[in-house]
C-alpha cells in the first residue's frame, strides 16, 4: 500500500461541502499574521492551545483551533501579546471526538496562508479528505525551543468520522487545536488534513477539515 507523511504542529504549554478559496499572489499573501502551528493563549483562564490554520466563510476570516480551547466570546492571544480575536464558535460533540472552534480575527486582513512545520514555515497548498497509512506530527517540547517530527499510524475512522491515529509519542498540554497536514515535496508545501482534538494513550483524534465545510479553508492555490 502507497504510504502517505502526514504532520501535525503541536505545542506545549464546524458544517455541510468544502469549497475552496484561491490566493492570486504567493508574495502578497506570505507572513501577514499569526501562523498555524503556534502557541494561542486564552485570556479567560489564561490556558494555551495552537493555531491550526485560517478560514473564511461570508468575507469574514477565522484562525482555526480546537473548540475545547475556549468558549464562545473567549478572547484570545499569542505567545507575544498580541490580540488575536474572540472564539465565535466552540464546538465538541457529545462523545468530544469532534472538536473545532473558529476565532474572529480583530484584524480581517491578519490572515495567513502557511503553518509553521517542522521545516520552517510552508504554504497551504490545498486540502485532502482522505489521509493515508503513515502519518507525522511535529511537535513543540514544553519549555524548549526546538521542534521535532513524529511519526503517526492511521487506523482509521471513529463511528463519527473523526480520524484516528496511533503513536508511542505522548500528547502534551497544550497540542490541542495543531494542524495535521501533508508534506507536498513537489509544491514544498503542505496539504491540509484537520486540526488535532487530542487523544490518550497514544491514540490520536482529528477533526478533519470537511467537518466545517461552510467555511473555505485558506491556501494558495
Known amino acids: 500500500m502507497k504510504k502517505i507523511i502526514i504532520f501535525i504542529t503541536l505545542f506545549i504549554f464546524s ?7 484561491n490566493a492570486q499572489d504567493n508574495n502578497e499573501q506570505r507572513a501577514r499574521g499569526l501562523i498555524g502551528g503556534q502557541k494561542i493563549t486564552n485570556t479567560a483562564d489564561n490556558s494555551n492551545c495552537t493555531s ?3 478560514a473564511k466563510y461570508d468575507d469574514v476570516y477565522y484562525l482555526v483551533t480546537a473548540g475545547h480551547c475556549g468558549d464562545n466570546g473567549d478572547y484570545f492571544k499569542t505567545s507575544n501579546g498580541s490580540g488575536i480575536g474572540y472564539m465565535e464558535y466552540s464546538y465538541s460533540s457529545p462523545n468530544n471526538l469532534i472538536d473545532y472552534g473558529l476565532i474572529q480575527l480583530d484584524n480581517q486582513s491578519n490572515y ?3 503553518i509553521q512545520t517542522g521545516d520552517g514555515y510552508k504554504p497551504v497548498l ?5 489521509t ?16 521535532k517530527e513524529i511519526q503517526l499510524t492511521y487506523s482509521g475512522l471513529t463511528s463519527d468520522n473523526t480520524l484516528r491515529y496511533m503513536s508511542e509519542e505522548p500528547l502534551q498540554p497544550g497540542d490541542s487545536g495543531a494542524p ?3 508534506k507536498d515535496p513537489i509544491g514544498g508545501g503542505v496539504i491540509i488534513v484537520g486540526n488535532l482534538k487530542g487523544g490518550s494513550f497514544g491514540t490520536y483524534y482529528v477533526t478533519p477539515n470537511y467537518m466545517f465545510p461552510q467555511y473555505e479553508v485558506l491556501h494558495l492555490f
Open 15 to 21: 458544517i455541510n461541502s468544502l469549497t475552496i478559496l
Open 52 to 54: 491550526s490554520y485560517y
Open 112 to 114: 495567513e496562508y502557511g
Open 126 to 130: 490545498g486540502v485532502v479528505k482522505n
Open 132 to 147: 493515508g497509512q503513515v502519518q507525522c506530527y511535529n511537535t513543540y517540547t514544553y519549555g524548549a525551543k526546538s521542534q
Open 180 to 182: 495535521v497536514y501533508i
